[in-house]
């Protein structure tokens, strides 16, 4: 428990009670791939997220990972950078990712390609993440995963390890394919960093379904991950925050923001422990 934190615990018990009251029925799941799912350090390096294992392994050719990395150094610092407003910063988020994947269209990413990097198994699951995936699907309790990666690659991590459910719903950068495998064009709007907010919870085909599961569990790395329930009317919501690394600058921030905090790149134990105490289940 040393790398918890909660910040305030009368709340938090208020909010367990509340949503244990409605039950499972009425509970869903809603997390950030990259970073909250996955760990953020593999063997005490920092993992790439999905899209830079494509961008960093020279996959495809030296044109995508020279003009990769180039747009990278543009964006990255804008990103990051707190003096930057949201507006400003939401703008040059589309411009990048437009360009990324225009990028990657025309340098020719393929199925192989992807199938290639999830197969290396360079990012890793936080511990107890599959089990805790395992027991939402036993429990017919939806999870739905938001993120600015390549959607296509997340299905195909999880497939990986068995966990590719039907109660496993994903809002990603999703390709259409030609019939060699090449990804031409996105499957719908971008989705990046800043925007989850935006993204068509209500395009789902289980969206009438989540309506009666006013109960939200969300899990995140970034302050940033919790604009992924806007647009989304919530009873009750506990935010759970991965602060995986600069922790003491951040930490005052997370705390204001999460309900829990678990520090170091720690596993998904208390989160597992947390909804199976909900709703009584050992």
Not at 71 to 90: A, R, S, T, V
Not at 163 to 192: P, Q
Not at 209 to 231: P, Q, W
Request: proline fraction near 1%.
């Amino acid at each position: 428990m040393e790398n918890i934190i909660i910040s305030d615990k009368k709340r938090l018990e208020e909010l367990k009670n509340k949503i244990s009251k409605k039950g499972k029925e009425g509970f869903h799941v809603l997390a950030d791939f990259d970073r909250t799912l996955t760990k953020t350090f593999v063997n005490g390096q920092k993992s790439s997220t999905v899209i830079a294992q494509i961008r960093n392994g020279n996959y495809i050719s030296n044109e995508y990972s020279m003009g990769a990395h180039k747009l990278f150094d543009i964006y990255h610092p804008i990103e990051i950078d707190p003096n930057i407003g949201y507006e400003e910063k939401n703008s040059k988020m589309m411009e990048w990712w437009k360009k990324h994947f225009e990028l990657l269209f025309k340098c020719g990413l393929n199925m192989q390609v992807m199938k290639e990097i999830v197969s290396k198994k360079k990012l890793k699951f936080r511990e107890k993440t599959l089990e805790f995936i395992y027991f939402l699907y036993e429990n017919n309790v939806p999870l739905i995963i938001m993120s600015a990666g390549p959607g296509d690659m997340i299905k195909m991590y999880l497939e990986e390890e068995g966990r590719l459910y039907e109660s496993i719903h994903i809002i990603a950068n999703m390709f259409k394919f030609d019939e060699n495998g090449k990804a031409i064009e996105l499957n719908g709007k971008i989705i990046h960093s800043l925007n989850k907010d935006e993204a068509e919870i209500k395009g789902l085909l289980i969206y009438n379904e989540l309506r009666k599961r006013e109960n939200v569990l969300l899990l995140g790395d970034s302050i940033e991950d919790i604009k992924m329930i806007k647009g989304f009317k919530y009873n009750n919501l506990i935010k759970v925050g991965f602060l995986n690394e600069n922790i003491e600058e951040n930490l005052e921030e997370f705390k204001k923001n999460f309900d829990v905090i678990i520090l170091n790149d720690g596993s998904m134990e208390y989160v597992d422990n947390l909804v199976r105490e909900i709703f009584n289940h050992n």
